[in-house]
């Protein structure tokens, strides 16, 4: 089988509902897709659910599976990949948590679960924590802040354990908890013991560092401790040069996004951010379409472009932004389409899941996705909406199953079977 | 409930793609469907992902799950499969492999990994091979030839483990390698030294067969080893009479292609080549649809009709004779319908899997399927196609699911629950 090269576009977050200011239109269905009608007119249309219907995927878990990974067999909970976000690089064996910035009193009760939510200094008490927390029973501890009071924080030894409980009681008003082993091994006893260590010299740490006598002089509370939650053991995925069932070996993600490029790392992607791409409404598409073509003229078998800005848009319930950003991503695509060669390689254009900009959050709407391919049983659409999507040939996939519909079409999946 | 008795037709590979010498139609949508355009008119039409969309299926896995046996769950590995599309009857424990018969000098370095791919003495060398080697530490070896330089090698003992490493460098120039245990067991250690045994066993017999001095003589690498990979442990298939979801006692599977046959031999059928049908595209169909007929007469509760022809025509990349092909089986089907009593039989016509004539080679695409039973919410639809097999009531049937359609609008589905 030939294969062909894969250029997989993702708006994030690109399903929508109908907009009540948008006459009950999605921003989709306002989008001029005329810059792409050539394209669109030889694809096969259809919908995704990144995980199943009626389950709100994360980026990390959609993006899983748009590489063909089942999240649901293999996935270890938010806490490694909240790291993964924060810009840590996370090794099979590490433990994560999710924490927050909290305050407390003498006594360890705690006052405020957040420290009010404002932490202007949490950069700098990341790294004052970093610099002398030390390790904790030979574990190497490492704090990643990720937005406002939001912290992962990862512990990296031998022989550790998730089976461990919470030290967040996700209320006020009450002592924080001892993390507690959840099964009766010794790997979960130690590690819970080395999360109490923590959490008490996290405690003395802070209580002394002088940011927050700052912040009780201005009357805010201290951010003096760490709450964590949702422990989890990083697994090892398999890269895409030791996988049997498809044929790839080189393969780069051009985003903007922590947690995207990190997933794409994980799964053996190189990942680039080209200059001007922001992963906000205001990112220079045009110079991540550029880099596509570029790797496109390398030895680059899938080139993977994820542009963040309508997902941006989205939760901040602004449906204009995102049919301004949705329009720019075209653009890109049609820049790419007029550089590669229409007979080698499969284009799709897609959202990795739904984020209504009247939710303002991930859904699990199914998301439309179009697939450009040599020789496709092409549906002849004019446009890619969330009505139109249900009456297209590709049907309505789920989880890893569209990742196997690109490989098919692109000569590179293995036969299952003889 | 009533029983009702299934008739089964697989084309072979029948779902396509465009083909750009048909004008961009499917070979199905050239097909003159009017000779079961009645049966047609009252059947329900949907499609049917083998095993799942974006996975490619092999003829093996496609009939495992057609019959209601997932092979995502049940499959030990192309080998065993292998080995029964070679002729082999496989036992559950017996080890096999895919083998390949290869040319190496001396110090056993691959020269050749086919031995010149044409080796007209295959199947003498094979015989000379199953009268000399013996068994190994007790175990009996048996080689079948498969087409060309390939071959299938089955090991049969007790306590055997596939959990072994190739032979096969799966390159040329490097030594033959040693199969060494992959998992730290005594039966994987014994399996490898078996393994490692067997191949300078065919090393040392083959470079003393006259078969090959006689190659050497007339300038063609000797097919002097067999490089093995691909090590699977036959499992153990329930067959029908020991199934509880279903209620068949005896079924029958009409077909020439020695691995469909195999497959259908493991769930419990019995199996028949009728004279004159011979797995080619000038195969005698009608002597199978007289056969289906022979044993609808009998107290068969399921006929299966197996039609090789529109795989070889696809893989063979000739629509037209694909068509030729579909338009006798369909010739075929109203022979049987004639025949039987339309309110005592439910009648399928599908493909096991989609051999595009443009690709050559199985792909993902979902295959039409249509389903004739008393009673059933029928499309009216007069052809059986890709295009409108979408808009069909069975909509996209997966895996074991379209088995379970069979079966109960058969009335032999077991009920699940109370």
Redesign the interface.
């Known amino acids: 089988?030939k294969m062909l090269k894969v250029v997989l576009v993702v708006a994030d977050g690109l399903g929508d509902r109908p907009v009540p200011k948008l006459g009950m239109k999605t921003p989709l269905e306002l989008v001029d897709f005329s810059i792409v009608a050539d394209l669109l007119h030889k694809s096969a249309v259809g919908l995704w659910d990144p995980i199943q219907p009626g389950v709100r995927p994360g980026s990390d878990t959609a993006h899983l599976a748009l590489f063909g990974v089942n999240p649901l067999n293999n996935y270890p909970g938010r806490g490694p990949f909240e790291a993964i976000g924060a810009g840590a690089i996370l090794h099979p064996g590490d433990i994560a948590f999710r924490g927050n910035f909290a305050t407390v009193d003498k006594s360890m009760t705690v006052i405020d679960r957040r420290a009010g939510r404002s932490i202007p200094e949490a950069k700098q008490l990341v790294k004052y924590l970093n610099e002398n927390i030390g390790e904790i029973d030979g574990v190497k501890v490492e704090i990643y802040h990720a937005t406002e009071h939001r912290v992962a924080v990862v512990f990296r030894g031998t022989s550790l354990s998730d089976a461990v409980s919470d030290t967040d009681p996700h209320t006020e008003g009450v002592k924080v908890l001892e993390s507690k082993p959840l099964v009766g091994s010794e790997e979960a006893e130690r590690m819970a013991r080395i999360v109490n260590i923590f959490t008490r010299r996290v405690y003395e740490l802070l209580s002394a560092c002088p940011l927050n006598s700052k912040r009780v002089e201005k009357g805010v509370p201290p951010a003096n401790v760490i709450l964590l939650r949702g422990a989890g053991k990083m697994v090892k995925y398999p890269k895409f040069s030791e996988r049997r069932d498809v044929n790839l070996r080189k393969a780069v993600a051009i985003s903007a996004t922590a947690l995207v490029k990190g997933v794409c790392a994980l799964l053996g992607f190189e990942t680039v951010t080209p200059r001007g791409a922001t992963g906000g409404v205001d990112s220079d598409i045009m110079a991540k379409a550029r880099a596509a073509v570029d790797f496109y003229k390398q030895d680059y078998d899938l080139i993977y472009v994820h542009v963040k800005g309508t997902d941006s848009a989205s939760h901040d319930g602004n449906p204009e932004a995102k049919v301004g950003v949705i329009e720019r991503t075209l653009k890109g695509i049609s820049y790419i389409v007029d550089r590669v060669d229409l007979g080698e390689v499969v284009i799709s254009f897609l959202g990795d899941h739904a984020t209504p900009v009247t939710v303002k959050d991930h859904t699990s709407d199914p998301v439309p996705v179009m697939v450009y391919a040599p020789?496709?049983?092409?549906d002849g659409f004019s446009k890619l909406t969330e009505r139109d999507a249900r009456k297209g040939?590709l049907?309505?996939?789920?989880n890893?199953?569209?990742?196997?519909?690109?490989?098919?079409y692109s000569g590179r999946?293995?036969?299952?079977?003889?």
């Open positions: 089988m020789g496709i049983l092409a040939s049907g309505r996939l789920r890893t199953e569209l990742f196997g519909v690109l490989m098919d999946a293995e036969k299952f079977g003889a």
